[in-house]
């Protein structure tokens, strides 16, 4: 009898882990199309600082003397 009920508990156990790992595995499976779009508006906003760095005008510093009469 007490094999029996380690077999049970055991089985039991496997069950659990079973149902966990599918839960994790369908949660990521959830998340890799969020995780998808998130990467592309990374890359779309440093495109973007890219393209407002390169098209804003340069603003020329101050002399850091003044000049000789």
């Given at each position: 009898m007490y094999?029996?009920?380690l077999h049970q508990l055991r089985t039991a156990e496997l069950?659990?882990?079973a149902a966990r790992h599918g839960l994790v595995r369908e949660a990521l499976k959830?998340?890799?199309?969020r995780?998808?779009?998130l990467r592309a508006l990374g890359r779309e906003a440093a495109e973007a600082r890219l393209t407002a760095r390169r098209t804003e005008p340069t603003?020329?510093?101050a002399d850091?003397?003044?000049?000789a009469a």
């Open positions: 094999d029996y009920e069950a659990a882990q959830a998340a890799k199309p995780r998808r779009a603003t020329r510093r850091r003397y003044t000049r």
